[in-house]
């Protein structure tokens, strides 16, 4: 387990595959400074990295020190038996942690209506029910009360050897100390969420008169046979979170009288005029694209066009639809940023046929994304088009590169520096900002993933030697067992096929 969340449970899965944590297996077994396994552990800074959502939206994704990272991890291995005991509790969650996959925990099924048709039957309503801002919200020291119980964790505050304390420790740790929010990207994070949730379905079943429940993580739905008996448990579902300190988001919580849609009715609308892979004539891509742009006007933050985009993955286009889909696709990053990862997959299912990509259309599309993101802070996009001009194979211009050297975000200094290092962006490239973060103690704060690689890749040497990086015991530590954060050679040698759909029937994923 500890392996597992070390190499598969790190870093989001939202970054490129350029960004890796595969090579932290070289530390388990090691002898190892005081701060990986002493009593008390250090503070840090996580890196942030924010995430472009459907709708304009944002989500801050969060990468604590692998430090920190190594502890909670350790804590999580530890203790595994009593964190599954707890997982197990739930007879409704399709997200229950899964070691068995290519993610440490997260890999449950993506498709939403089959579980959601299941419980239906016999049932005439519905309550549907997300927690509001669910990770940032959650209590730290609610860990403890959902492994031990309130009463115990409150008697035993002080006891160092409590596993639901020790969890809440390093869990703070993280975050320097605070003790409301936990991280959004680690599979640590999921394995909170379903402790917390996990026993409160266990609840709902035993006290309410439910038919039948399906949760994805806070995503909750639950049927019954009479209106009274789905206020009652709405009314007692609100009074369980309560006890953690968290709130229904008023929004997306509401009780439904069926019959009621199973999937987006986008997905179903699209799903039957997908264009047929080599035959698809021009129009069939016309047709299919115009209807998922009317449907992601309608209604913007229901992630329509990633759907469309990401449905197309498996498709070979036809030569005379080759030129027109291309444009079509590079239309839909203006639109959806969160669409580039699948363009990019599209197309190089394409190019690996003989699909010639028309790099100076792409140019265009991938140049006016950075230029328009860089300057108002919107890592995710930047970091997506550096990644996709390295696989693709086209140059990023001075006014793009100029904008991206002004960002505050760690895993764009990261992918803009090996993009310069492979001559994708034009002329020398310098950061005066990304210099200034390389001070003394710099490994603990929030860009110690740039500082790291800085140290073990030769990037600005003189502040780092000014710094004296090398001097950090934990850096060093890592330096020796050749830990790496970034796997250059996925630029080369990365394959579509190897990449999990972010989509799923009740419509599409954030990415």
């Known amino acids: 387990m500890l392996e597992s969340l070390l190499t598969r449970g790190f870093l989001p899965r939202e970054v490129p595959p350029l960004f890796s944590s595969m090579s932290l297996k070289s530390t388990i077994g090691k002898v190892m400074p005081p701060s990986f396994t002493g009593a008390k552990a250090k503070w840090t800074q996580p890196a942030q990295h924010n995430l472009a959502r459907p709708g304009g939206l944002r989500r801050k994704l969060t990468i604590p020190n692998p430090v920190n990272f190594y502890r909670l991890a350790n804590a999580f291995a530890n203790n595994w038996q009593l964190l599954h005991d707890k997982w197990s509790l739930s007879p409704y969650s399709k997200t229950t942690p899964d070691p068995k996959g290519p993610r440490a925990f997260a890999n449950s099924s993506a498709d939403r209506a089959i579980p959601r048709a299941r419980i239906r039957v016999g049932a005439r309503y519905i309550v549907t029910a997300d927690i509001s801002q669910f990770y940032p919200s959650i209590y730290t020291h609610s860990i ?7 009463k115990v964790a409150k008697a035993q505050m002080k006891n160092p050897a409590l596993p639901g304390n020790i969890l809440d420790r390093e869990f703070q740790a993280c975050f320097f100390g605070q003790t409301k929010g936990i991280a959004i990207g680690p599979d640590t994070s999921l394995g909170i969420a379903e402790l917390l949730l996990s026993p409160l379905d266990f609840r709902l079943k035993e006290e309410c008169k439910i038919l039948g429940g399906v949760r994805f993580i806070d995503d909750m739905e639950y049927s019954f046979q009479k209106l009274s008996d789905a206020e009652a448990a709405l009314a007692l579902l609100e009074s369980h979170l309560s006890e953690y300190e968290v709130q229904l988001n008023v929004g997306k919580t509401r009780i439904i009288a069926l019959p009621d849609e199973l999937e ?35 209604q913007p933050s229901a992630g329509v066009l990633r ?5 197309l993955k498996t498709v070979v286009v036809s030569e005379r639809s080759w030129s027109l889909a291309q444009s079509l696709l590079w239309q839909c990053i203006s639109i959806d940023p969160g669409c580039l990862r ?39 996009e930047v970091v997506w088009s550096i990644w996709a001009a ?43 900002l990304w210099a200034s973060w390389i001070v003394d103690d710099s490994f603990n704060q929030d860009h110690w993933m740039f500082v790291y690689e800085a140290l073990r890749r030769g990037w600005y040497a003189n502040e780092v030697k000014a710094a004296n990086l090398s001097g950090d015991v934990d850096a060093a530590f890592l330096l020796d067992a050749d830990v790496t954060f970034i796997e250059s050679d996925m630029i080369d040698t990365y394959s579509p096929a190897g990449v999990m759909m972010m989509w799923h029937s009740g419509g599409a994923g954030d990415y």
């Not at 997908?274 to 998922?292: G, H, L, M, V």
């Not at 759907?307 to 449905?311: D, E, I, K, S, W």
């Open 342 to 380: 699948f363009v990019v997959d599209v197309l190089l299912v394409n190019k690996n046929i003989g699909r010639a990509i028309d790099i100076e259309v792409a140019s265009v599309a991938i140049n006016s994304l950075i230029q328009t993101s860089a300057p108002v802070g919107h890592g995710s």
């Open 307 to 311: 759907y469309a985009v990401g449905a």
């Open 144 to 150: 403890p009360w959902a492994l031990h119980t309130k």
């Open 264 to 298: 987006s009715v986008h997905v179903t609308n699209l799903r039957p005029h997908i264009p047929e892979s080599i035959s698809a004539p021009p129009s069939s891509w016309i047709d299919f694209f115009n209807r998922a742009m009317v449907a992601a006007k309608a």
């Open 390 to 432: 390295m696989v693709i194979g086209l140059q990023v211009d001075l006014e793009s590169q100029e904008a991206v050297a002004a960002m505050d975000d760690c895993l764009v200094a990261c992918i803009a520096t090996i993009a310069c290092e492979r001559k994708v962006f034009a002329g020398t490239f310098t950061s005066t």
